[in-house]
C-alpha cells in the first residue's frame, strides 16, 4: 500500500508571522474593545476597528514596511489567518444561534417575514438605482451597467449576522423579543443575499438558472432534513453528551454539531454560516441543562476567536482612495442610502406587523450592521471584475460604518422598549447559563 507524499510543513517564520499577527490582533481587539466600552460602546465597535490600525488605512500610511512584513500578500500566509477567522465566525454563529428561543420565532414568524422582507427588497431597489447613477465613478471600466447595479443592490441588502450576534450579546440584548426578531430576520436576509450573490456570479454562463435552482433546492432540503431528523438526531447526541460528569463531551459534540452544519451548506454552495446558525438553533433547542454547560466554550468564543474574527475583517480595507473628492461623495451618498433603506424597509415591516415606533427603530438599527458579510460579498466582485478597488473600498466602508452606528441607535431605542415578562424570563434563565463565563462585576452594555 502506497502512502501520500508528505506534505511540506509550514516554515518557521511563516508560523512566527501567524502567532505575532493573531497575538496583536487579540491585543489590540481586547484593549480597544474595552476603550468602547469606556465611551459607552460595546466592545465589538473597538474591535472592528482593529483592522483600520493595523491595515493600509493607518499603519500601511505610517510605516509600510512594517505593515508588509506583519500581512505579506502572499496567499500561503494570508489563508492562515483565513482560516482561523473562518473557524471563528462558525463558532460564533452557532453560540448565537444557540440562543434564538425557536417557540417565540416561530409564534412571530410572520412579523419576520414582514421585517426580512422589507429590510431585504428597499434595500435591494435602493442598491440598484445608486448603481446606476454613480456607474461612471464607481465601476471599472469594462463593467456592464445593469451587472453592478444589481450587484451593488445585493451589497446593500444584506446584513452580517456574526456582527449583529456580538452586537446583540455585548448590549446584553439576545433575550429581548427585538434580539431574536433581529437575528431571525437578518438570516432571512442573508440566505436570500447569497442566492442573488450566487446568480450574479454564474450570469456570464448558461447555467445561471440551474444555479439558483439547485441551491435554492439545497436551501429547502437542508432545512427540511435539520427539522425532520438533525433536530432530534443533535438533542440526543447533546443529552447523551450532558449525562457525563465531565463539561468535555457536551463542548466537542456542540462544536463538531455546529462544524458539520456550516460543512453542510457549504457543500450545498451556500454560505457557511448558515448551516453553522441552524445548527446552533438545534444545540439550543436540547435544552436548558444542556445550553448552561456550553458556558466554557461561550467564553472562549466571545472572548478570544471573535475578537480576532473582527479584528481582522478590516484589514483588507484602504481609506486612502477616499481622498479623491468624486469618490468621497460617492461614497456618502452610498453610505446615505445604504442606511436610510435598510431602516425604512425594517420600519415598515415592523409598523406592518404593529410594532412599536422604538422597536422598529431598533430593528433597522440592528438590521444595519453589515460587517463581515457585506466585505465578503465586496471581496467576490472584485475577484470576478464587477467591482473596482474604489468601489471595493467603498463597499467595504459602508460596511464598517453601518456597524459601528448600530450599536448606539440600539441603545438609545431599546432603553424605550419596555421588558415584557417572558423576556424576563428568557433574561433569567440566559443569566443562569452565562454565569459560568461572565464576571459578576462586569457592566452591562444595554445600561
Not at 445604504?338 to 438590521?367: C, D, M, N, P
Not at 473600498?393 to 431599546?414: E, Y
Request: glycine residues 10%; charged residues 15%.
Amino acid at each position: 500500500m502506497l502512502a501520500y507524499a508528505p506534505v511540506p510543513s509550514l516554515s518557521s517564520h511563516q508560523l512566527l508571522l501567524f502567532l505575532l499577527q493573531v497575538s496583536l490582533l487579540l491585543l489590540l481587539a481586547r484593549v480597544l474593545g474595552r476603550l468602547a466600552n469606556r465611551v459607552g460602546m460595546p466592545a465589538v465597535a473597538g474591535e472592528l476597528l482593529v483592522g483600520v490600525v493595523l491595515g493600509p488605512s493607518l499603519l500601511g500610511n505610517v510605516s509600510p514596511s512594517l505593515q508588509a512584513w506583519l500581512f505579506p500578500h502572499e496567499p500561503s500566509q494570508a489563508h492562515l489567518l483565513d482560516a482561523m477567522s473562518q473557524f471563528a465566525v462558525i463558532l460564533l454563529v452557532g453560540v448565537t444561534g444557540a440562543h434564538i428561543d425557536v417557540k417565540a420565532v416561530r409564534t412571530r414568524m410572520g412579523t419576520v417575514v414582514r421585517v426580512g422582507l422589507g429590510a431585504l427588497l428597499i434595500p435591494l431597489a435602493a442598491g440598484l438605482g445608486v448603481g446606476f447613477a454613480f456607474f461612471s465613478a464607481l465601476a471599472p471600466e469594462d463593467a456592464e451597467r445593469p451587472l453592478f447595479a444589481l450587484f451593488l443592490g445585493v451589497a446593500l441588502c444584506v446584513s452580517a449576522i456574526p456582527v449583529i450576534a456580538k452586537t446583540l450579546s455585548d448590549m446584553g440584548l439576545l433575550h429581548r423579543d427585538v434580539g431574536q426578531l433581529t437575528l431571525a430576520a437578518g438570516m432571512f436576509d442573508d440566505a436570500a443575499g447569497w442566492l442573488l450573490l450566487s446568480v450574479i456570479s454564474a450570469m456570464a454562463t448558461t447555467t445561471a438558472g440551474g444555479s439558483l435552482t439547485l441551491r435554492m433546492a439545497g436551501l429547502v432540503g437542508f432545512l427540511l432534513l435539520m427539522r425532520l431528523v438533525g433536530l432530534r438526531l443533535v438533542r440526543a447526541v447533546l443529552r447523551r453528551s450532558a449525562d457525563s460528569p465531565d463539561q468535555g463531551p457536551v463542548l466537542a459534540s456542540a462544536a463538531v454539531v455546529v462544524l458539520l452544519g456550516a460543512a453542510a451548506t457549504q457543500a450545498l454552495g451556500l454560505e457557511a454560516v448558515f448551516g453553522a446558525f441552524v445548527a446552533g438553533v438545534c444545540v439550543g433547542a436540547a435544552g436548558p441543562e444542556v445550553r448552561a454547560r456550553l458556558a466554557p466554550l461561550r467564553a472562549v468564543v466571545l472572548s478570544v476567536l471573535a475578537p480576532v474574527f473582527l479584528a481582522a475583517a478590516g484589514l483588507r480595507m484602504d481609506l486612502t482612495a477616499l481622498a479623491d473628492p468624486p469618490v468621497l461623495l460617492s461614497a456618502l451618498a452610498v453610505l446615505v442610502v445604504a442606511v436610510a433603506s435598510k431602516f425604512l424597509g425594517a420600519y415598515l415591516g415592523a409598523y406592518a406587523s404593529r410594532l412599536t415606533h422604538w422597536e422598529g427603530i431598533a430593528l433597522g438599527a440592528g438590521l444595519n450592521a453589515r460587517g463581515v458579510v457585506e466585505i465578503v460579498v465586496a471581496t467576490v466582485g472584485l475577484q470576478i471584475g464587477i467591482l473596482s478597488t474604489t468601489s471595493y473600498t467603498v463597499v467595504v466602508l459602508v460596511a464598517v460604518a453601518t456597524s459601528l452606528m448600530a450599536p448606539p441607535v440600539l441603545r438609545l431605542s431599546m432603553r424605550r422598549v419596555e421588558q415584557n415578562a417572558e423576556e424576563s424570563l428568557r433574561a433569567r434563565e440566559y443569566d443562569r447559563e452565562w454565569n459560568a463565563d461572565r464576571s459578576p462585576s462586569a457592566p452591562s452594555a444595554e445600561g
